[in-house]
């Protein structure tokens, strides 16, 4: 009996009773499965193993009941699962082909639609998980939310390579289930291979790096980090080339603007360099100000208006000239910068020229010279400070206006506050901060001397370089100093303090008190001399002595560094034309007789001295030099500092450094500065020695040679084995004792 017939009886008699529509259930189900049985042997083999499963159906009161199993991912569109309509076999075969063939149309248009099924295919393949262990592990254990589900179909019986482990198309399923179509769309979903840039993105950075293998998110990372390098380079360019320009500009081609603390200062082009003159660096020193310390331009009401004009030169401070006139000014605390360049990159060092021929006064040669500023690429700065009692008055009324009680060296504190204003505003000049050298001549040397023992001033220098100073420096108490100066007192009348800040310049520069000499004559047992420096217990608080030996084992033991130091005369520093202009012929007898007047004759000593010397007047200017000046930096330098110390040696053939066999007390300085008088080739080879032994040392913080020992400057640097003169005058005591002062 046919299928058909079978289903013809089953709708013609719908009256029978429930018992037999059961047993006729039965029987055809029966029949259903032998037709089964010796059905196409191929469409049994498409069947599979999933049909095999699926055809145990159960029957309930005599109906079919179907599995109910959901393939998800299957459907293309959601609907519900309803019961088939009974449609012979054969017409859903020919529905599955003409199925096929319409997936293998969409095939091209399903990969258009590939990625929105993404979320489903790796929904059901999750859900599926069959048993292949070649297959990816991290595949298997990802799940939505990371949640590991029952693996509830699965193919049984394939092999490990089989397409039939992969996720089941819809078509699949309705080939194994024995599920008539009930008008729903199906889609066939086939594998999705994954791209090479999709599998590189599940790979960690380094490997990714190491198989060469980029994904678009490495390359905009890398690119936006190049990006940033660049912007940030670019910044940084701009930034140092964002700050003031290399050279300031000119006005009207010769007048250049700059900064300083108190406002702009506007200088001069001249002779190929920039020069600014009569800077103000402290406050005026008149009316209550007048003995008083420096003090620094810290208020606006002591500032200036606009800019300076500093293209012309002011006045000097009062002091006395050799020839006992008066120059200068009360209002005097300013300062010359000459520089080669008003720029900020690549400063240059800075010289600070600090000369005086007496702490009374004179003009000191040593002055910004614009040829080597510019030809030696430094920075020359000249302050101007206060000399004679202006600048040095220690009295009793002085020291009781103020608290604590002190008075004098004025003057010292002016130089310090010039040192103050070049470490704050020298940058804007083109000077480096960080590397000053003091130069002091004379004087201004012994002034220098004493500025290396004031605490307040070592971060203010680099380096010194000292020429023909004084080696005798204030011991006695402020107390003594005072009561040296009662004559002073007396011929002023005054009483009190507001007396000494009212009376006049005139008055109080007195010469018969304030000019004392001696530099220029051998010692004598009655003179009486005392130095215009004092222990003021502020700037100087002990012997100069003593804080460089305090200097010197600091350095030893590491806790502060002792300020490199030069010291240097000349063998003639006592000649001057007021002493060679006393006698129209010098006789051996004329030189010899002064000797013997001297502590020399008293001592015995005149014919030890003149084995070591001749008896004209070159050696008299010898003796006295070495008396007064060189024998006493010898001891100071060479045995008790142990820095390097340079003597300019006069004599030799074509008259050596001074042309006449004579090299004066300010050979050095001119030769140093260019001013020396250089006709003959032995004197240009001498000024090129100084200048070799001076610029060397600003520039490198020592000299040439070793760092202590003598040094004989004439036509070429050589060293200086002793000097047997020396060694005389200091074994019979007549060194340091009878040094000059100032």
């Known amino acids: ?97 003409e199925k ?54 699965q193919k049984r019986g394939s092999a490990p390579n089989n397409a039939d482990a992969t996720l089941a198309s819809m078509e699949t399923l309705d080939d194994k289930l024995d599920t008539p179509n009930d008008g729903m769309e199906t889609v066939k979903l086939e594998p999705v291979e994954l791209e090479e840039g999709k599998v590189a993105t599940k790979l960690p950075l380094k490997e990714r790096i190491r198989q060469k293998k980029f994904i678009i998110d490495d390359i905009v990372v890398a690119g936006i980090v190049i990006l940033v390098l660049i912007v940030v380079i670019i910044g940084i360019i701009i930034g140092a080339h964002a700050g003031p320009p290399v050279e300031r500009p000119l006005r009207l081609g010769r ?38 310390y420096a003090q620094p331009l810290n208020n606006l009401s002591s500032c200036w208006n606009g800019t300076f004009d500093a293209r012309n030169k002011g006045p000097l401070c009062l002091q006395f000239l050799e020839n006992a006139t008066i120059t200068g000014d009360e209002d005097c605390l300013t300062l010359d910068v000459v520089t080669p360049h008003v720029r900020y990159d690549s400063p240059l060092p800075v010289v600070i020229l600090i000369g005086a021929n007496t702490l009374a006064g004179g003009i000191s040669p040593a002055q910004p ?30 020291s009781k206006s103020r608290y604590p009680p002190t008075s004098g060296n004025y003057g010292l504190s002016d130089l310090l506050m010039a040192l103050k204003w070049v470490h704050l505003n020298i940058k804007h000049f083109g000077g480096d901060p960080q590397s000053v050298t003091l130069l002091g001549h004379r004087a201004g040397a012994t002034l220098t001397a004493a500025l290396t023992t004031v605490s307040q001033a070592h971060k203010l220098y680099s380096r010194v370089w000292l020429s023909s100073s004084s080696v005798i420096f204030p011991g006695e108490p402020l107390e003594q100093s005072q009561k040296l100066n009662t004559r002073f007192k007396e011929m002023t009348k005054c009483e009190d303090v507001d007396c000494l800040r009212h009376i006049s310049a005139t008055e109080i520069l007195t010469p018969d008190i304030w000019l004392e000499n001696y530099i220029g004559t051998l010692p004598a047992n009655t003179e009486s001399k005392h130095s215009l420096l004092v222990l003021d217990g502020d700037l100087l608080r002990v012997h100069a002595y003593e804080s460089w030996d305090t200097q010197k084992e600091a350095k030893k033991s590491g806790k502060d560094k002792f300020k490199p130091m030069v010291f240097g005369t000349t063998q003639h520093s006592s000649h001057s034309d007021l ?25 015995n000593l005149t014919a030890a001295v003149f084995t070591h010397l001749n008896k004209t007047y070159e050696g008299l200017a010898e003796l006295i030099s070495s008396i007064r000046t060189l024998c006493p930096l010898v001891s100071l330098a060479s045995l008790r500092l142990a820095v390097p110390m340079y003597v300019v040696q006069g004599s030799g053939a074509g008259g050596g450094a001074g042309g006449s066999g004579i090299a004066g007390i300010n050979a050095d300085v001119e030769a140093i ?3 020396f008088d250089s006709e003959m080739p032995e004197q240009r080879r001498y000024m090129a020695a100084m200048q070799q032994l001076f610029y060397y040392y600003v520039w490198h913080g020592h000299l040439p040679g070793p760092e202590s020992g003598l040094i004989q400057v004439g036509q070429d640097l050589l060293p200086l ?12 005591d007549i060194v340091p004792r009878y040094a000059h002062i100032d």
Not at 133 to 148: A, L, S
């Open 1 to 97: 009996m046919s299928t058909m017939d079978i289903n013809k009886v089953e709708y013609e008699d719908d009256n029978k009773t429930l018992d037999k529509k059961q047993i006729e259930a039965e029987e055809k189900e029966v029949m259903l499965k032998a037709e089964d049985e010796n059905g196409d042997a191929t469409d049994k083999a498409d069947d599979g193993p999933v049909k095999a499963a699926l055809s145990g159906d159960l029957t309930e009161h005599g109906r079919e009941v179907k599995p109910k199993f959901i393939p998800i991912g299957a459907i293309k569109m959601p609907g519900f699962f309803t019961k088939n309509s009974d449609k012979d076999k054969s017409k859903d075969e020919e529905v599955a082909i």
């Open 100 to 153: 096929d063939t319409e997936n293998e149309k969409t095939d091209e248009s399903l990969k258009v639609k590939e990625n929105k099924f993404q979320f489903l295919q790796k929904f059901t393949k999750f859900l599926q998980h069959p048993d292949n262990e070649n297959e990816n592990k991290e595949e298997r254990k990802k799940g939505i939310f990371n949640i590991r589900y029952p693996r509830v179909f």
């Open 255 to 292: 007048y250049i603007t700059t900064f300083s603390s108190c406002g702009p200062v506007e200088g001069i082009l001249d002779e190929g360099v920039y020069k600014f003159y009569s800077i103000p660096y402290a406050v005026p020193p008149v009316g209550k100000k007048r003995f008083t």
């Open 369 to 398: 010279s614009a040829l080597y500023a510019r030809t030696k690429e430094v920075v020359f700065v000249r302050p101007n400070f206060r000399l004679g009692p202006f600048g040095f008055l220690a009295l009793d009324i002085l």
């Open 579 to 603: 002493l060679r202009k006393k006698h129209l012929t010098w006789t051996a007898d004329i030189v010899e007789k002064i000797v013997n007047d001297s502590v020399v004759g008293e001592k």
């Open 673 to 675: 500065l260019g001013t």
């Open 721 to 732: 084995s002793g000097l047997p003169l020396c060694d005389l005058l200091i074994r019979e």
